[in-house]
């Protein structure tokens, strides 16, 4: 039986076209979900494909305004009888942060999967049309539901809160921290490394109505304390560091963080490496801060800002979101 997908368009590189295969300069966004779906059709037989075009944008000009039609589809899309799964077409560059922003927000009843390329349709060997019919094998497969939102590129199944874009070219561009991948995909085969973790799991919080302010700051070596006044103003809820090795920062500025933190402000310490855990310190305690766990910056500040729209600011309340999986 064929599974219905609803593939929602938002842009980026796998709908880019470039006016030479020799040069850089192509622009995202070009080719309609139509035109996409055509070309998939043929090697996509499992599924009945219905395209809709929300937006044709580079995704790193996503806003909270497009955030906000994409969940009302996709909420939508969980509601109706006629559809099985959900696919979205999208920029790489914030990729990470739309799939973590709708698996806190969606319920886990249909498969959702984000899926983009690394290189324009019509480039020397173009990813995104093989990315698009894995993600459709994956979104069509009965095991896919039950796992939250998931990401695939690169032959690679990733879950939303492991999903990070690790290299700025090629295509293997990402991973998954602490998981990996949690299934491999070709166009001609799909392997679960694992069963469904969150099955029948409604959705973990509301969408926000607004996004609260929350600025990153990105430690680097000689950094002064003043730089975190020059960040933070009157609408500021939170802060995210983006610290050295597990979380840290000079002295002064740990200092100036801790005195946001008595003012109310929600202060969480991610790191600028790569990968790691950043875990919870002595120091912790006493300053009220939080912990980012396995989260890296722009993603910690996703949950938070979720968090803070959903009324949860508490340190001890908002640890406790951090440290889920
Ligand atoms: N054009 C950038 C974006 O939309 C890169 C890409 O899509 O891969 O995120």
């Given at each position: 039986?064929?599974?219905?997908?609803?593939?929602?368009?938002?842009?980026?590189?796998?709908?880019?076209?470039?006016?030479?295969?020799?040069?850089?300069d192509?622009?995202p966004?070009?080719?309609?979900?139509?035109?996409?779906?055509?070309?998939?059709?043929?090697?996509?037989?499992?599924?009945?494909?219905?395209?809709?075009?929300?937006?044709?944008i580079?995704?790193?000009?996503?806003?909270p305004?497009?955030?906000?039609?994409i969940?009302?589809?996709?909420?939508?899309?969980?509601?109706?009888?006629?559809?099985?799964?959900?696919?979205?077409?999208?920029?790489?560059?914030?990729?990470?942060?739309t799939?973590?922003?709708?698996?806190?927000?969606?319920?886990?009843?249909?498969?959702?999967?984000?899926?983009g390329?690394?290189?324009?349709?019509?480039?020397?060997?173009?990813?995104?049309?093989?990315?698009?019919?894995?993600?459709?094998?994956?979104?069509?497969?009965?095991?896919?539901?039950?796992?939250?939102?998931?990401?695939v590129?690169?032959?690679?199944?990733?879950?939303?809160?492991?999903?990070?874009?690790?290299?700025?070219?090629?295509?293997?561009?990402?991973?998954g921290?602490?998981?990996?991948?949690?299934?491999?995909?070709?166009?001609?085969s799909?392997?679960?490394?694992?069963?469904?973790?969150?099955?029948?799991?409604?959705?973990?919080?509301?969408?926000p109505?607004?996004?609260?302010?929350?600025?990153?700051?990105?430690?680097?070596?000689?950094?002064?304390?003043?730089?975190?006044?020059?960040?933070?103003?009157?609408?500021t809820?939170?802060?995210?560091?983006?610290?050295?090795?597990?979380?840290?920062?000079?002295?002064?500025?740990r200092?100036?963080?801790?005195?946001?933190?008595?003012?109310?402000?929600?202060?969480?310490?991610?790191s600028?490496?790569?990968?790691?855990?950043?875990?919870?310190?002595?120091?912790?305690?006493?300053?009220?801060?939080?912990?980012?766990?396995?989260?890296?910056?722009?993603?910690?500040?996703?949950?938070?800002?979720?968090?803070?729209?959903?009324?949860?600011?508490?340190?001890?309340?908002?640890?406790?979101?951090?440290?889920?999986?």
């Open positions: 039986m064929q599974s219905h997908i609803l593939i929602l368009a938002t842009g980026g590189t796998i709908a880019g076209r470039s006016s030479s295969a020799l040069r850089r192509y622009r966004g070009q080719i309609g979900i139509g035109e996409l779906i055509d070309r998939v059709r043929p090697l996509a037989p499992q599924a009945v494909l219905e395209g809709r075009e929300l937006a044709a580079g995704s790193e000009d996503i806003t305004d497009l955030w906000q039609r969940w009302t589809q996709c909420d939508a899309a969980m509601r109706a009888d006629t559809v099985n799964g959900i696919i979205i077409t999208h920029g790489t560059d914030t990729a990470e942060e799939a973590l922003l709708l698996d806190l927000t969606l319920p886990t009843a249909k498969p959702v999967v984000l899926v390329a690394m290189r324009a349709a019509d480039a020397v060997g173009s990813d995104g049309l093989r990315n698009l019919v894995n993600a459709i094998r994956v979104t069509a497969d009965a095991d896919a539901a039950g796992r939250g939102v998931l990401l590129m690169g032959d690679r199944v990733i879950a939303a809160r492991d999903a990070r874009k690790a290299r700025t070219s090629g295509t293997d561009a990402f991973r921290f602490p998981r990996d991948a949690v299934a491999a995909v070709t166009p001609h799909l392997d679960w490394f694992g069963a469904p973790w969150a099955a029948r799991r409604s959705a973990r919080f509301t969408f109505r607004e996004f609260p302010e929350v600025p990153i700051l990105h430690a680097f070596a000689s950094m002064e304390p003043d730089l975190v006044d020059r960040i933070v103003g009157p609408q809820r939170g802060v995210v560091l983006a610290g050295f090795g597990e979380g840290n920062a000079p002295r002064g500025v200092d100036r963080l801790a005195e946001l933190a008595r003012r109310g402000l929600v202060i969480v310490r991610a600028r490496v790569d990968e790691g855990i950043v875990d919870r310190e002595p120091e912790d305690d006493t300053a009220g801060f939080v912990a980012a766990r396995s989260l890296g910056p722009a993603k910690a500040r996703v949950l938070l800002q979720v968090l803070l729209a959903n009324g949860v600011r508490d340190a001890v309340a908002v640890q406790a979101a951090f440290d889920e999986r």
